[in-house]
């Protein structure tokens, strides 16, 4: 008895305390009904990454739990209507003429460029993208897209440039040393519209593209290839770029989250004819943003596509040796010299390297 009585004067001593302490009972009761409301929404799943419906890309979004990096949510375009245009890639089309394309054919390389970049496209025309320079049937176009600046001197080079070459895009922005967004996005309309390839692959203007080796694997996997193909050196959720300066574009600001979808490197990526269809169709709903290979991957993750990461898509290195061309792909940051290097080593490295094969197979 005096035992229960002593633990009753003990609890009411520490409750006298604990009041005392968080400011009085009434006090008392609202940090208890905080802490409830606390743990009420903590319970509550929130809308996250948002895919298209069944019904089209212009139809409704429905909503899915966002994968998270720690506490960070990744990217996400929480309630954003596909039935409202942002911007228009028939705007920036120009009166200037436009490369002629045969429909269907395999493969289509788009390689955005600047004015000031003629001795990176010299290259590549005398190299890889022009079509009687690489030996074997003919497979593949390439064009380079490129802003048209209003600065008259350039203006004039670029057209005699064009009239010449006949394979380049012309985009209509006023900077085209800033706009690598639009022109991307403006060289992924064109080609569909206009030209509707099997397979599109783009590049910077600083990179070999293996073309044998390229169509050669497209057409001898076609069946796997054909679909929802995305395929590049991947960026995982890299963190959104929130420089004012990083990349200027012309239309109206991106909404921004935490972290970009998983990716594919500007530096090379490859998406066959229904990925390009798709990501055409909502691009002009998604307002642009100025990293131009991570809006390339929202479009695909809106489209419900993938991300393959490829080791045949990489960086140039001096390490390099000809039997490595059985297996690369795309190689970015080749200097316009060393374009001519690459290009023997991938016509010879058949014969060199008979004996020898690339020890992998598929995108790995």
């Not at 019904?55 to 998270?68: D, E, F, M, N, V």
């Not at 169509?215 to 890299?238: E, H, I, P, W």
Request: charged share 25%.
């Amino acid at each position: 008895m005096k035992s229960s009585k002593h633990h009753r004067s003990h609890a009411g001593k520490m409750k006298v305390i604990f009041i005392k302490l968080i400011g009085g009972p009434k006090v008392t009761i609202v940090f208890f009904l905080a802490c409830g409301l606390f743990l009420l929404l903590s319970l509550i799943e929130k809308p996250g990454d948002i895919e298209p419906t069944s019904h089209g890309y212009r139809s409704r979004l429905i909503h899915h739990r966002a994968p998270s990096i720690g506490k960070l949510k990744v990217w996400s375009l929480e309630d954003y209507p596909l039935e409202k245009r942002v911007w228009r890639p028939s705007d920036y089309e120009t009166d200037k003429p436009s490369p002629s394309c045969q429909l269907d054919k395999l493969l289509m390389v788009i390689v955005p460029s600047t004015p000031g970049q003629l001795d990176h496209r010299t290259a590549i025309r005398n190299t890889w993208g022009t079509l009687k320079k690489v030996k074997g049937p003919v497979y593949h176009q390439t064009v380079f897209v490129i802003g048209l600046p209003s600065d008259s001197q350039e203006r004039a080079s670029l057209l005699e440039e064009s009239n010449k070459h006949k394979d380049v895009v012309f985009v209509n922005v006023a900077d085209p040393y800033n706009n690598l967004s639009l022109n991307v996005q403006y060289g992924l309309y064109w080609a569909w519209t206009e030209c509707k390839p099997s397979y599109l692959l783009k590049v910077p203007d600083d990179s070999f593209v293996n073309v044998k080796l390229l169509t050669n694997y497209l057409m001898a996997n076609d069946r796997v290839c054909s679909k929802d193909l995305y395929v590049g050196r991947t960026q995982n959720s890299k963190e959104a770029s929130r420089h004012p300066d990083k990349h200027k574009i012309a239309p109206e600001k991106a909404t921004r989250g935490d972290f970009y979808p998983r990716y594919a490197s500007g530096g090379g990526y490859l998406i066959s004819g229904d990925v390009l269809e798709k990501m055409v169709s909502i691009a002009p709903y998604v307002p642009l943003l100025p990293v131009e290979d991570a809006y390339v991957g929202i479009l695909a993750h809106l489209s419900g596509v993938n991300v393959i990461d490829s080791g045949r898509f990489t960086y140039y290195s001096d390490k390099w040796q000809i039997c490595n061309y059985l297996y690369l792909m795309v190689i970015q940051g080749v200097s316009t010299d060393v374009q001519y290097l690459c290009l023997r080593y991938s016509e010879e490295c058949s014969d060199v390297c008979a004996e020898q094969v690339s020890g992998r197979s598929g995108w790995e």
